[in-house]
């Protein structure tokens, strides 16, 4: 006796991977962009963190001051602070330096701007505008 599947069973598997991967496939484009926002609330944490840090270094030093972001011209951004971000990378997300407070960030066709306020009255803030999108995202 010859072991095979039948012509029933196979359509019936192949239904089955169907009905799987147009539940799979939607769910995974939705992951890929939320990728992408993680990574740019991990990179502003990083530079908060970094501004925060040499600040409170400055007023142990009796020189209250807030950092400059810009350190070296290796071609990363808010190297001063942290250990560097590049202005963009394969995932999409890319930042650009208006000026020495101004930078904006963009990822999958959105934009937003960050302000750093350097005076200590201001407490170093590094913030965007929340009136777009990709503020609110990111915020």
Known sequence: MKKAFTLMEIIFVIVI?????????????????????????????????????????SILADSASCPALEGSDNGKLFDNV?????????????????????YTVSYNGKSTDFIYNNTISAKCSFKCDSSDDLCKEVQ
């Open 82 to 102: 942290t250990d560097g971000i590049p202005p963009s990378d394969t995932s999409g997300v890319v930042w650009v330096k208006n000026d020495d407070t101004n």
């Open 17 to 57: 991977i169907g009905i799987l991967a147009g539940i799979a496939i939607p769910k995974l484009g939705g992951t890929v962009e939320q990728a992408g926002i993680v990574k740019i609330k991990s990179e502003i944490q990083a530079v908060r963190s970094g501004i925060h840090s040499k600040m409170s270094t």
